[in-house]
C-alpha cells in the first residue's frame, strides 16, 4: 500500500507534473505531418529497395504520376489543345522530372534528308485539318511505342506521365498537380493514377479518419462507460487519462521526428478503446471499495488493481512490440513501437492522475451512495456466470463447433498488397486504375537495370533479349529502352529494325539522340548503365511470385562479369510487403505468445496459470482469423 499512500501524500506533485508533460507534448503535436507514401519506409538494407531509389536518383524519378484524359476520340484539335494544357500545367509543378504526353513524345522517321528525330505532335502547331489528324491518329495507333502506352487502342482516352523526383513530398506534388489542373472546365474526362495519387489520397483519407473516427470514438466509449457508472466521474476520469496518453503519444511522434502513416494513425483509436481499459479498472476498483467501506477506499482500491493493471498493460505491450520483428515496412515497426508507448503512457497515467485526481477530491467519498444493482452492467456478469458454472459441457460443445469453423475459414484467408483497395468503388484512385488496367498497360513501374557499355552491340542486345523475355508476360504488354529507339532509328534507314553489329553504326545513330529528353530517362550520363522500363497491368500475388521467381532466374544466367542485371519496381516492392505479412504475423503472434506466458508464469508464480492466460487469447485469435476468411477480409497492411 506504500504506492497508493505516495500518490495520495503527493497528489498535487504528481498532478503538475502531468499537466506540464501535457502542454508540453500538445504544443508539439503542431508538428506533425502525416507520410501515407508507403514507399519511403522501405528498410535501407534491402537490395531491391536500394537499388529502386538509385534508380530514382539516375534517372529523373521512379515514381509515376499518371494524369488520364478521355474522349470520343482524342485525335481532335480541341482534345489535343487539352493534352497540351495538361502538360504545360503539369511542367511548372516544382518536383516535377519529366512529362511525357502525345504533344511531346519523341518521335522517329524518315524523311529526304534521312533520320527525323522531332515530336509525334508540334505543341505550337497542333493540327486542325481533320483529315491530317486522322492521319496522325493511323500512325500513331501503328507504332508499339504509342498504342496502349500513351494512347488507347480504340483513340478514346490518351495518358499524360509525369515522373516525380527523388527527394520530394510525393503526396504534396500531387497536390500541387491537382491544384492546378482543378481550375480547368473539362474536369469530367481528367482521370488520375499511379502509386503518387494513391498515396496523396490515403494522406487525404488518413486526416479525415483521424478527424472523425477519434470523436465518435470518444462519444461511443462515454456513452457506455456512462451506462456503466451511472456518474459522470466514471466518464470523465477514464476519458481525461486517456486523452492525455494520446496527446503524450502523438506528441512524442513529432518531437521525434517521425511521421504519421497508414498505420499509426490509428493509434489514437487503439489507445481509446485498449488504454481506456486500466483506466475503467482503476476507477470501478475505488467506486466497488466506496461501497463497501469509504474509509481509506482509495488506498485499498489502488493497492489492489495495481498488479491487474500492470499485468494486462505489459502483455499489451509485448504484443505491439513484438511487431519489430519480421516487419519489412520501417512504419509497421514505428506502428509497433509508439503504440506499446502509447499503452504504456495510459497505464502509468490510470494509476497516478486518477488516485491523484480521486484524492484532490477526496471530500466527496462521505457523499458517495450506493446504487441499486438493477441494470444491465449489473446483472449481465451474475447471468453469464451462471450460465458457465452451470452449463459447462454445451458451452464447451459450442467454443468446439466455433473453433472448428473458424479453422476452416482460416484456410480461405486472402492475401492482398494492393493499395487500391483500401479505396471505395467510386473513389477516384478506383477510378483512374480502372482506365489505366482497361485501356492501357497498367500503372506499376518495373525497371531492369543492364550496367556495361550501353553504345555496346552486345549490351544492345541483351536489353533486346531481355525485353522479349518480358513480353512473354501477358502483364508486362510493352517495355521501352535505349534499344527500342537504336532499332527504330536503323529502320528509318533502311537496313532493319535490328541492333547493328558495327559499334561505329550505333556511335553515329546515337549521335542524332544526344539531347533528347528521353535519353536521360533510359541511360545514365556516362553511358555505363541503361534502364528497360516497363509497366505491370496487375498485382495479384500468383503475378507478383512469377515476377520474383522468373525474373530472378534470368538475372542469375544473364550476368555476367561485363554485363550485371538487377531489377526492381512496385511490384518487387509489394511482393516484398506481402513476405513481410506473413513473417511479421507468424513472428509478433510467436514471441508475444511466448512473452505472455513467460511474463504471466513469473509475475503469478505458476507455469500452469502463465498457459492458462494464454488460452482464451489464442481461442480469439482463432476465430478473429476464421471470421476474415469467411468474410473476405483480407490480410494485408492494415489488418496484420
Known amino acids: 500500500m506504500k504506492y497508493a499512500q505516495q500518490i495520495i501524500r503527493f497528489k498535487y506533485a504528481v498532478l503538475s507534473v502531468i499537466l506540464i508533460m501535457t502542454l508540453m507534448m500538445a504544443y508539439f503535436m503542431k508538428d506533425l505531418r502525416v507520410n501515407a507514401d508507403v514507399l519511403s519506409y522501405l528498410p535501407d538494407d534491402d ?134 489542373l482543378s481550375g480547368l472546365p473539362y474536369q469530367e474526362m481528367i482521370h488520375y493514377g499511379g ?46 487519462t486517456v486523452l492525455i496518453a494520446i496527446i503524450w503519444t502523438m506528441g512524442l511522434i513529432a518531437l521525434l ?56 498493460a505489459v502483455t499489451t505491450i509485448l504484443g505491439f512490440l513484438s511487431f519489430i520483428a519480421g516487419s519489412y515496412l520501417l512504419m509497421i515497426r514505428e506502428f509497433g513501437v509508439f503504440s506499446a508507448i502509447g499503452i504504456l503512457f495510459s497505464m502509468v497515467l490510470s494509476v497516478t492522475f486518477i488516485p491523484a485526481i480521486m484524492a484532490l477530491f477526496k471530500q466527496h467519498e462521505k457523499k458517495l451512495e450506493k446504487v441499486a444493482r438493477n441494470n444491465f452492467f449489473d446483472l449481465a456478469p451474475e447471468f453469464l456466470s451462471g450460465i458457465v458454472l452451470h452449463h459447462k459441457k454445451p458451452l464447451l460443445a459450442v467454443w468446439l463447433v ?38 492501357f498497360h497498367g500503372s506499376n513501374p518495373l525497371y531492369v537495370s543492364i550496367k556495361g557499355d550501353v553504345q555496346d552491340p552486345d549490351v544492345l542486345k541483351l536489353m533486346e533479349e531481355t525485353q522479349d523475355f518480358m513480353k512473354e508476360f501477358e502483364y508486362i504488354p510493352y517495355s521501352q529502352s535505349v534499344a527500342d529507339l537504336i532499332k527504330q532509328m536503323n529502320d528509318v534507314m533502311e537496313e532493319g529494325e535490328i541492333i547493328p553489329d558495327d ?83 507468424t513472428y509478433s503472434l510467436s514471441i508475444a505468445t511466448i512473452l505472455v506466458i513467460i511474463m504471466v508464469s513469473m509475475l503469478l508464480g505458476s507455469f500452469r496459470k502463465g498457459l492458462i492466460a494464454i488460452v482464451p487469447i489464442g481461442i480469439t485469435l482463432i476465430i478473429l482469423f476464421g471470421i476474415m476468411g469467411m468474410t473476405g477480409i483480407p490480410l494485408d497492411i492494415a489488418t496484420v
Open 402 to 439: 466455433l473453433i472448428i469453423a473458424s479453422i476452416m475459414g482460416i484456410t480461405q484467408i486472402e492475401r492482398r498488397v494492393d493499395l487500391v483497395d483500401y479505396f471505395k468503388k467510386d473513389n477516384v484512385v478506383r477510378q483512374g486504375e480502372k482506365l489505366l488496367t482497361e485501356k
Open 47 to 180: 537490395p531491391s529497395a536500394m537499388l529502386f531509389n538509385r534508380i530514382g536518383d539516375a534517372f529523373g524519378g521512379n515514381s509515376t504520376v499518371i494524369v488520364g484524359l478521355s474522349g470520343s476520340n482524342v485525335f481532335e484539335e480541341d482534345m489535343l489543345q487539352k493534352v497540351k494544357e495538361i502538360t504545360d500545367s503539369i511542367r511548372r509543378v516544382e518536383g516535377v522530372g519529366y512529362v511525357t504526353s502525345l504533344t511531346n513524345v519523341i518521335n522517329i522517321r524518315g524523311s529526304d534528308f534521312g533520320i527525323e528525330i522531332g515530336r509525334l505532335i508540334d505543341e505550337f502547331d497542333i493540327p486542325s485539318d481533320q483529315e491530317i489528324l486522322d492521319s496522325l491518329k493511323a500512325y500513331t495507333l501503328s507504332k508499339e511505342m504509342y498504342r496502349g502506352n500513351l494512347v488507347s487502342e480504340d483513340a478514346t482516352a490518351t495518358l499524360i506521365a509525369a515522373k516525380i523526383r527523388n527527394g520530394y513530398n510525393h503526396a504534396e506534388v500531387v497536390g500541387e498537380i491537382r491544384e492546378k
Open 195 to 240: 502509386m503518387p495519387h494513391t498515396l496523396y489520397e490515403l494522406s487525404n483519407i488518413i486526416l479525415r479518419d483521424i478527424r472523425n473516427i477519434i470523436p465518435f470514438a470518444f462519444l461511443l466509449i462515454s456513452i457506455v462507460l456512462l451506462a456503466g457508472f451511472r456518474k459522470m466521474r466514471g466518464v470523465i476520469l477514464p476519458m481525461a
Open 257 to 312: 521526428g517521425f511521421e504519421l502513416t497508414m498505420l499509426t494513425n490509428i493509434i489514437p483509436v487503439i489507445m481509446l478503446a485498449v488504454g481506456s481499459a486500466y483506466a475503467i479498472h482503476v476507477v470501478n476498483a475505488v467506486t466497488a471499495e466506496k461501497q463497501q467501506n469509504p474509509a481509506n477506499a482509495l488506498r485499498r482500491a489502488v493497492s489492489y488493481i495495481i498488479i491487474p493493471v500492470f499485468l494486462a
Open 503 to 585: 559499334p561505329t553504326k550505333i556511335i553515329q545513330l546515337w549521335f542524332l539522340l544526344d539531347g533528347q529528353e528521353i535519353m536521360d530517362q533510359l541511360v545514365s550520363p556516362d553511358l555505363s548503365e541503361g534502364l528497360i522500363q516497363a509497366y505491370v497491368s496487375s498485382v495479384e500475388l500468383d503475378v507478383l511470385r512469377e515476377i520474383e521467381d522468373s525474373f530472378d532466374q534470368w538475372v542469375e544466367t544473364h550476368s555476367t562479369e561485363q554485363h550485371q542485371v538487377a531489377y526492381t519496381g512496385i511490384p518487387v516492392m509489394l511482393k516484398r510487403l506481402d513476405e513481410s505479412i506473413i513473417s511479421s504475423q
